[in-house]
Structures are given as C-alpha cells and as structure tokens.
C-alpha cells in the first residue's frame, strides 16, 4: 500500500487518523504540526499527505505550498471543521488534492484517502507516456539511422508529412500522436536485419528480400513489452501490407490495415522516392506523382494518395533531392495581422532552432527572444504577446518564475514550457503553474514545437497584458 504523512495539532484526532488509514493497509506517519512534517518531508519520501487545515503555526493551506515547492507532484488532501464553500475553493485553488469535513466517518476519509491516490498515480503515468514515449521513440529510429548515413532524417520526414495527412483525414489528437510514433518507429525492426543486406548497394536477390520483409515482425516483436509504444505496434508491423492485399506480413487487404499504418506507407513511400538511397537517385517530382498515380488503389489507400497529391499540387509538399519538406498554405495565414511570439530560451543553437521552425510553419510569426528571467518579467508587464515559449533552465533562475510572472498579467496567454529532460516533476509543477504544454528538447522537438503552438494559438489575437 501507500506511504502516508498525517499531520494534526489534536492528538486524538491525528491518532484516529492514522489508525483508520492503517486499517486498510496504509504505512502512516503522524505529525503533530506542519513544521515538523516539512522536516518529516526533507527526510523521507511519501505518496499523500493528510493535514489538517487549522492549526498553530503553518496551517494547512501553508503547507500545501511548502510541500509543493518542495514535491510538485505530493497529493495533499486537507481535513478542516470549516466545510464552508470558501474554504473548499481556496483549497482547490491552491491545488489540493481534496478536502474532507470534519466529523467524517471511517469510510469517507478511507474513499478520499484513495481516491487521491489513484489521480495522482494515473497523472503520473499518463503524463510519463507522454514524455517518455516520445523520447524513447526517437532514440530508438536513431539507431536505425545511426547505420545507414542516407536514412539521417528520414524518420522525422517521413512523421511529419504523416503527421499532415492525419491531420487532413480530421484524425483525433491522441491517434495523430499514435501515427506520429509509428512513423518515427515504422522501420526499427530494421535494427535485425544483417549489414550485408541492409547495406547493400544495389538490388536485393530472393533470399534477401526475404530477410529484409522480416523488419515488420521483428519491430513488432521489439515493441511488445514496450507499454509506452503499444499504439505504434499496428504501424510497425503493417506499414507494407498494400491495398489488394499482397503486400507483407499478413496479407491484409484495403480498410483491413490500419488506418495509421496506410497512411505511413503512402508517406514513407514519397520520402524514400524523393531522397537519396544507398541504391539509387532520388527520383523527380514528377515521376514520384506517375507513380503515386500508378500505384493508387493497388498498393497504396486511394483516398490516402489524393490527399498526398493534393499537398504536391498546392505546393505545400515540396520534393527535393534531400528529402520531402511540408510548407504551410499561403492562402490559409494561421494568425491574423501577425503572430508575437516571445521567447525565453538562454542556448543560442535552441533559439535559432526553434525561430526557424516556428517561423517556417506559422504565417507572419514575429519572435522577440530574451534569455533570463529578469528580461522576461520586464517584458511581460510591458508588452503584447500571442503565446510565450519558456526554457526551464535559465541562467538567472528557474522558467516557472517567468510563467508566474506571464500568467498573472496575461491569465489566458497560452504558454509552452520547455525542458531538457523528461522530468515528471517539473512538468506537473508547470502545469499547475499555469503552462499550457510542455515540449521535450528531443530530435525534431522543434518540429512538434511549432505543430503544438498552431494548435495553441489557432486564429487568436493579440493578448493585452491587464493594466
């Protein structure tokens, strides 16, 4: 069970406490005042606290704060004898994780107690999977292209035209992200196949084509005990069944393969045509639509391959000889009069970086770059913003001083903190903060970056700072 933290001026009420929580196996320690829990804290590891709300000393919305400095993501659930709205609020508001009446019978302190508990744990895990997920899933497309020097950056291409389709297809968010991983994942069962067949300079013989159309099973086999990327498997493993079924591994036939693996198939059929291989040139615009034309319906989904030749012929998929690259449509500007982006990153490589793709992919886009703290917080009492990127890292502090400070003068700015790292920690305090969203400084993160920014800031306006 849980370790447990009570903490209660009266020794009758704290004793009962802790004694209805042990009840139903719960490992509790008791604490007469919130003083001596925040030491108990510093010491010790624990998975939710239960305090009262009015004691000597610190109360217990004072000690919400002080814990959370100190553990972003600790439950607290409060118990207080003043079950008034005001104090319910207050305590929600200043991220509680619940609050309990006093008197309470055994069973609604055990119920708060777990119901607590299973948030926090399904917050923590879902918000792993989003951060780990993606993480995990370029590291791995790495070493595949760690072998083969024509595939770097295929992977990225090749998701972010994936990417567009699903979006074109009115995809839900959630399986965007699925057909984004399987992208990036699709050829990982490549990672088996022998150098001398992966590598080799020219077409394959039989026995060799056998070997190589094992990649879809053996990246399926390499993800199963993988719980992170169970979304990707299908991708993984039909990417190269075709539409009249004979294609590998399993034969499947037209909307028997899964949506997000024909929609990786028809994207990673262009970018492969249109870059560099060990093998061969890359092939001209026009011949990649012959055959796109050629194979619609046979290999590739129809409705898929229209809406690839579509992104051709309105210039917003350009094929060079390094690669496919997506531009946004001129006639579909995503702000109105100019988008004012402020950026708060230190590293002079992420801010060119991230600039570059932002104002690549978001029409009109004007980015002011700062690189503290101190700058950020003048310019967010005296200027206009439409959304605001923050590195948490900064030389004179940390970026949640500077979504503080851009949240209490803009209390609807969509903000995006970004990270280094894939910290749990950090991420739930910025959410809690304020943050909008939270992007990991992984390969094409600058990419997504964008992607989740036009999604933030949709056709929004300028946001006036509150005088």
Not at 107 to 115: G, I, K, M, N, P
Not at 275 to 286: D, T, V
Not at 425 to 445: M, N, T
Request: proline share 4%; hydrophobic share 45%.
């Amino acid at each position: 069970m849980s370790r447990i933290l009570a903490i209660d001026d009266e020794d009758v009420i704290r004793m009962l406490v802790v004694e209805i929580l042990e009840s139903v196996g719960h490992e509790v320690v008791g604490a007469e005042s919130a003083e001596h829990a925040l030491v108990l804290l510093d010491q010790d590891e624990f998975d939710l606290i239960v305090s009262d709300v009015v004691m000597p000393g610190l109360s217990g919305l004072e000690l919400l704060e002080a814990a959370r400095s100190r553990h972003a993501s600790l439950p607290v659930l409060l118990v207080t004898g003043a079950g008034t709205y005001e104090t319910l609020s207050e305590a929600l508001t200043r991220g509680a994780a619940g609050l309990v009446t006093k008197p309470f019978a055994h069973a609604e302190l055990q119920t708060a107690v777990s119901d607590a508990l299973e948030r926090a744990t399904r917050t923590r895990d879902e918000l792993r999977e989003r951060l780990l997920a993606p993480t995990l899933a370029s590291a791995l497309a790495n070493a595949i292209e760690a072998r083969d020097s024509y595939l770097h950056g295929h992977c990225e291409r090749l998701a972010s035209l994936a990417v567009r389709i699903a979006e074109d297809l009115d995809i839900a968010p959630e399986n965007i992200e699925i057909v984004r991983l399987g992208a990036i994942l699709h050829d990982i069962g490549k990672i088996g196949i022998p150098d001398r067949v992966l590598l080799k300079p020219g077409p394959l013989d039989e026995e060799e084509r056998r070997i190589i159309e094992t990649h879809t099973e053996i990246g399926d086999k390499l993800l199963e005990p993988l719980d992170l990327l169970a979304g990707a498997r299908p991708i993984v493993r039909h990417h190269h069944e075709r539409w009249d079924g004979a294609g590998y591994p399993d034969g499947l036939a037209a909307g028997a393969i899964p949506l997000g693996a024909r929609i990786v198939a028809v994207a990673d059929a262009i970018e492969v045509m249109s870059a560099r291989q060990l093998y061969r040139r890359p092939r001209s615009s026009s011949e990649i639509v012959e055959e796109l034309r050629a194979q619609r319906g046979t290999q590739w989904d129809p409705a898929i391959v229209d809406l690839a030749l579509g992104l051709i012929d309105s210039g917003e998929l350009e094929l060079g000889s390094d690669g496919l690259r997506l531009l946004e449509p001129a006639e579909e500007p995503v702000t109105r009069g100019g988008l004012a982006v402020l950026l708060v990153e230190d590293g002079d490589q992420e801010a060119t970086r991230v600039t570059d793709a932002l104002e690549r992919d978001l029409d009109g886009a004007v980015i002011a770059r700062t690189r503290s703290v101190a700058s950020a917080a003048a310019l967010a009492s005296n200027s206009e913003w439409s959304v605001a990127i923050v590195d948490h890292d900064l030389p004179d502090g940390s970026g949640v001083e500077v979504l503080d400070a851009l949240r209490a003068a803009y209390p609807g700015l969509p903000i995006v903190m970004l990270t280094g790292q894939g910290d749990e920690e950090i991420a739930l305090e910025a959410f809690r903060r304020g943050a909008s969203d939270y992007v990991v400084k992984s390969a094409g993160y600058a990419d997504r970056l964008a992607s989740r920014v036009r999604g933030l800031v949709g056709d929004t306006q300028t946001v006036e700072v509150n005088r």
